[in-house]
């Protein structure tokens, strides 16, 4: 199973693979696709239809996960970032994925505990539950990232429709991360036996 | 010189082809794709983005007028709107076509010499200069009817980046439906000659 976390922007999209084998979660690779603020609209919005169609050719991911988005309080930057949006659910759709869709309130919620968690908190939890040598950067590919994150916490039982199966406990993601900590310590302990 | 004018929306997308030949502008079709709220949100993109696409096949456009949105009050709106916007863009430069826009109140100034004209009289403009029999339906499609107007009113130095050029003065129009209305009761002398 793999997953594609799209963070849609007109200047820059963010995107996190991530691959479940098992009970494991690998990541994959995550990025930024940046359009150039002096190109034309068009032009922007194809390279980022275009960028998004290569990824999905290349890792051939079972579900595209996009932020939901409600209301934006600015109308001119729902209307930038709903264009970049309608041509990111267009690859996936023409591509056939499964679309699931979290608001960044139960993304904050499922990762930390608390819809109203900060950014770093956000990143920290995708670290490790990633087993990431650092935090993902850019912000938008560690969004990315946690939608993916997000989803492996959420459950299997979804609609084509996105609609997200119930939030997994915190019980759920303490027993990953003692999972992810002990095949760190293991990792380590590996990569120490190797050097000495 | 073919122009195919869209007025994009997740519902309904409306679009109108007029055909410029030497001094005289030509409806040749007009109407409206809409997509059923019930279904996903990346169908309804793909439908829209099929459907001009094949509009562009079939028609052959050589430029794409589209309204010039800068803010919209309602965040959700923008969003809704931006992504269909999005994906007719897209088809637009999958296809190579130029792209012009223009503001609301750029083409109620063109069309009716207000840019606070209501629907009805840009309507009814469309009707005279285009020689329509009766005022072009849906909304919609009257909207993307009167950019095609708009753009032919505004002379033909452009931009590929959609820059319009200077707005014809009434002088311009008016000489225009003047030439319009001749060719009606010309033609109308060769229905009534053709029927007695």
Not at 95 to 101: D, K, M, R, S, Y
Not at 116 to 121: L, N, V
Not at 181 to 186: F, G, Q
Request: charge should be positive.
């Amino acid at each position: 199973m793999v997953l594609l976390g799209i963070d849609p922007g007109l200047a820059a999209t963010g995107f996190g693979v991530v691959r479940r084998e098992r009970d494991r979660w690998r990541h994959v690779e995550h990025g930024c696709i940046r359009t150039k603020a002096g190109l034309e609209l068009g032009v922007r919005l194809l390279q980022i239809h275009d960028a998004v169609s290569e990824l999905i050719r290349r890792q051939r991911p079972d579900v595209m996960v996009l932020e939901r988005l409600y209301q934006l309080r600015d109308g001119s930057t729902g209307l930038s970032v709903g264009q970049a949006m309608g041509v990111v659910r267009l690859a996936a759709e023409e591509a056939g994925l499964t679309l699931a869709e979290y608001a960044p309130t139960h993304v904050k919620l499922t990762l930390v505990g608390n819809g109203q968690a900060d950014k770093q908190q956000v990143q920290f939890m995708v670290q490790r539950i990633l087993g990431l040598p650092q935090p993902p950067r850019p912000d938008h590919a560690a969004d990315a990232l946690a939608l993916c994150v997000c989803y492996l916490h959420s459950g299997l039982s979804r609609t084509k429709a996105g609609a997200a199966g119930p939030v997994a406990g915190p019980s759920r993601i303490a027993a990953a991360l003692a999972e992810d900590e002990r095949r760190l310590r293991e990792h380590r302990a590996r990569k120490a036996g190797g050097a000495s």
